[in-house]
């Protein structure tokens, strides 16, 4: 499939991919967000899921922001720095609230997120 098509992301998924479907197969593309209407190109097909390349965000997220690494895109070693940084908390703390009651059945509300301060460690 050489062609671009329109998704639209319906969740982040650990390691910062949106997950979207096109006639109900699921497609993974990095450096979106929930909501956003995008236009891809797949590439790469398995059984069960596809992954996609963004070519085009159609209609942005509210909390997109210019990543400030210019090797962002290139560089794969972050994963969320097109997302404001309040909005990474709580993607972050929802992944691992999922995680506990997934794994183990923790109560998976009120964990307390201790953010650093951005780009820090």
Not at 32 to 51: A, D, F, H, Q, R
Not at 60 to 71: A, G, T
Request: aromatic fraction near 8%; include cysteine; charge should be positive.
């Amino acid at each position: 499939m050489n062609n671009t098509v329109t998704v639209t992301i319906e969740k982040l998924i650990p390691g910062g991919r949106g997950l979207a479907r096109l006639e109900g197969k699921v497609i993974f593309v990095p450096y979106v967000l929930p909501g956003e209407k995008i236009e891809i190109k797949i590439t790469g097909e398995k059984k069960n899921y596809s992954e996609a390349e963004l070519v085009k965000v159609l209609v942005p997220s509210k909390n997109r922001v210019e990543p400030l690494c210019s090797h962002y895109y290139k560089c794969g070693g972050c994963n969320m720095q097109h997302i404001k940084y309040e909005t990474q908390l709580e993607v972050k703390a929802e992944f691992a609230q999922n995680l506990l009651w997934r794994n183990g059945e923790i109560d998976r509300q009120n964990i307390p997120i201790i953010p650093s301060r951005p780009f820090q460690y």
